[in-house]
C-alpha cells in the first residue's frame, strides 16, 4: 500500500505526464471524480447535486504554476467560475490553491491575485476557502491567510491532522471555518504522522477539540467508521448539527452522501473541473489505491 501511494505521488509531480494527460482527455478515467472540463459542465455537477439536498465546494483546478502569466490566467479562471455560481444561482463556494495564483513565483503576487478574487468573491456573496498544499507551503499559506483577514470574513483554511502543529493551527484559528482533513501529500516523520492508526486518532482528537470551539466546521472524510464517531460525539455532547457539515469528494461514496443527508446532517461534496486535472487524479490513486479500478473500468469500457 505505502509503495502504490509512493508511486501515485511522484506520478503527480511530474510535469511531463501532467501536459501529456491533458491530451488524453478522460481516458484515464478521471471523468469518473473529475466533474468535466469546463464551467457549464461544473454548473450542471453541482445543480445535480444541489437537486439532492447537497452544497458544493469548488475548484477549478490548476498545478506547476511557475510564472506570473499563468498565474494571472489562472486567476481569470477563478473569477469566471465565482461569476457562473453567482450568476447560476447554485448553492457552492469556492475552493482554491494558492500556488495556483502564483505562491511559487512570488508571495507578495500571489497576495494580490488572491485579493482580486475575494472581492469578487465578497461582492457575489461567496465563502471561499484556502486548500492546503504540502508542507513547504503552508506558513506561506497561513501568512496570506492572516493578511486577508483583515479584511475579508468569508475566508477560511484547512487543517491536516497528519502534521505534528495541527493542534496549535487549531487553536489559532479556532474563530475561523476551517475544513479538517486527514491530510494528502507525502510528508517526512519530521513533520507528520506516518501510521494510519495515528493519523485517524489524531484526526478524531481534532475533530472533538474543534466541535467545541465556535467555528462552523467541515469535515471531510469518506471513512464510515471516523463518521459514526463523529455521530455519537455530537449526540452525546449536545452539539448542534447546523455547527458542522460532512464533506467528501466528487465521486466518491455517493450512497453514503445521499444517506448523510437523509439522516439530517448538512453535506459538501468537493467538486473539481478544468483541464488540469491531472494532478489531482494521481492524488486520489496515491491516496486509496483501489480507485485504480475506475481506471481500469473506464479503459474495458472505450
Known amino acids: 500500500m505505502a509503495i502504490a501511494r509512493d508511486f501515485f505521488m511522484a506520478l ?38 444541489n437537486s439532492h439536498g447537497i452544497s458544493a465546494t469548488v475548484d477549478h483546478l490548476g498545478e506547476f504554476v511557475r510564472c506570473e502569466h499563468e498565474a494571472i490566467e489562472a486567476k481569470e479562471n477563478v473569477l469566471k467560475t465565482l461569476q457562473a455560481i453567482k ?31 475575494m472581492k469578487a468573491a465578497k461582492e457575489y456573496g461567496v465563502f471561499v476557502n484556502i486548500d492546503m498544499e504540502d508542507y513547504s507551503h503552508l506558513l506561506m499559506t497561513f501568512d496570506i491567510l492572516d493578511e486577508l483577514r483583515y479584511e475579508y ?13 495541527s493542534e496549535n493551527d487549531l487553536e489559532r484559528l479556532k ?10 501529500y507525502k510528508e517526512n516523520d519530521q513533520v507528520s504522522l506516518q501510521k494510519k492508526e495515528e493519523i485517524d486518532a489524531n484526526y478524531l482528537k481534532l475533530i ?9 466546521t467541515s469535515i ?55 483541464n488540469d486535472w491531472y494532478g489531482y487524479f494521481m492524488r486520489r490513486l496515491a491516496e486509496r ?3 485504480l479500478n475506475l481506471v481500469l473500468k473506464s479503459l474495458v469500457a472505450k
Not at 475566508?155 to 505534528?164: F, N, P
Not at 472533538?208 to 470551539?213: A, D, I, M, S, V
Not at 459514526?228 to 452539539?239: A, L, P, S
Request: charged share 25%.
Open 12 to 49: 503527480s509531480k511530474n510535469q511531463l505526464l501532467n501536459a501529456s494527460a491533458k491530451k488524453w482527455g478522460f481516458k484515464l478515467g478521471a471523468g469518473k471524480v473529475v466533474a468535466g472540463t469546463d464551467t457549464d459542465g461544473m454548473i450542471q455537477s453541482v445543480k445535480n447535486l
Open 87 to 117: 450568476q447560476s444561482n447554485v448553492d457552492a463556494h469556492l475552493s482554491i490553491k494558492l500556488t495556483q495564483l502564483g505562491l511559487d513565483v512570488d508571495q507578495d503576487f500571489c497576495l494580490k491575485n488572491i485579493q482580486d478574487i
Open 153 to 165: 470574513d468569508n475566508i477560511g483554511t484547512v487543517i491536516q491532522a497528519y502534521l505534528y502543529r
Open 175 to 184: 474563530h475561523v471555518r476551517l475544513r479538517l482533513v486527514k491530510g494528502a
Open 208 to 216: 472533538k477539540k474543534r466541535l467545541q470551539h465556535p467555528g462552523f
Open 220 to 274: 471531510a472524510t469518506h471513512d464510515h467508521n471516523i463518521i459514526n464517531e463523529v455521530k455519537q460525539f455530537v449526540i452525546e455532547n449536545n452539539i448542534p448539527i447546523d455547527k458542522f457539515e460532512f464533506q467528501m469528494l466528487y465521486g466518491f461514496r455517493t450512497d453514503m452522501q445521499h444517506e448523510l443527508v437523509k439522516e439530517g446532517y448538512s453535506f459538501c461534496t468537493y467538486v473539481p473541473f478544468g
Open 289 to 291: 489505491p483501489k480507485n
